[in-house]
């Protein structure tokens, strides 16, 4: 049976309560509605949408938005302290520590619920975020973005306590590395192949391999 799509599947009145609390309007009712799918998220298997569309709270018009984030199960992503955790983000939100994140500069949509779905996956209903910075985004905004996530990390360097739970990696970026082992193995065992000299032409397949071999001291 083919599965039905986000819009089959909520109902008004459940969408409803969701802008009422996005808004903070209790009395407010939603007059129509839409979806648009997105990119799908990092996880595995799953979906993003954005729901939008206008409502009414007496005389007022107001537009409304929010996204919707479904998982799905995978036995390939099933390790809590693994890389890929599929339901690492319904439980962070759930936990409440991503209220309070360090560093100052570093925030986490509001997420205004999170559902655990009969089929086994999560739904998260998160705040739509927009920026006013032109699109393509310039270089120094990545450079501030890079010294946010420097001060929210090093947060944990200098005395904020580590998550205890289970399902926060440690280790991540070491364990992503070493995922790649396999790929570098068939790079180094296959210089000559015409597709791994494409991909890597002159001295970059010399300059992977030589990375690979400090990547323990980096």
């Known amino acids: 049976m083919q599965s039905k ?10 969408l409803t309560d969701l802008v009422r609390k996005a808004l903070d309007r209790p009395a407010l009712q939603i007059t129509d509605w839409k979806v648009h799918p997105l990119h799908g998220g990092m996880e595995w298997d799953s979906a993003v949408f954005r ?4 409502a009414r709270d007496g005389g007022e018009s107001l537009p409304w938005s929010l ?9 390939k992503a099933s390790d809590q302290g693994g890389i890929w955790y599929w339901k690492r ?4 939100y759930r936990s409440g520590m ?5 560093g100052g500069n570093v925030s986490a ?15 998260m209903w998160l705040e739509d975020i927009k920026d006013d910075i032109s699109s393509p985004w310039p270089l120094e905004q990545y450079g501030v973005i ?3 996530l420097g001060q929210f990390n090093g947060s944990y360097l200098v005395g904020e306590a580590f998550p205890p739970e289970p399902w926060v990696t440690r280790n991540w970026l070491r364990m992503y590395v070493e995922n790649a082992a396999k790929a570098i193995a068939f790079i180094h065992g296959n210089l000559k192949h015409p597709l791994i ?10 300059q992977i391999l030589s990375i690979w071999e400090e990547r323990a001291r980096m």
């Open 109 to 123: 949509p509001t997420c205004f619920e999170v559902q655990e779905r009969p089929d086994g996956s999560v739904w």
């Open 98 to 102: 991503l209220h309070h994140l360090p």
């Open 67 to 75: 996204i919707l984030k479904q998982v799905k199960p995978s036995e």
């Open 89 to 92: 983000e319904a439980l962070a």
């Open 5 to 14: 799509s986000p819009e089959q599947e909520v109902d008004q009145p459940h």
């Open 146 to 148: 890079a010294r946010h």
């Open 51 to 54: 729901f939008h569309g206008e």
């Open 197 to 206: 000299q494409r991909m890597y032409p002159g001295i970059v397949r010399a």
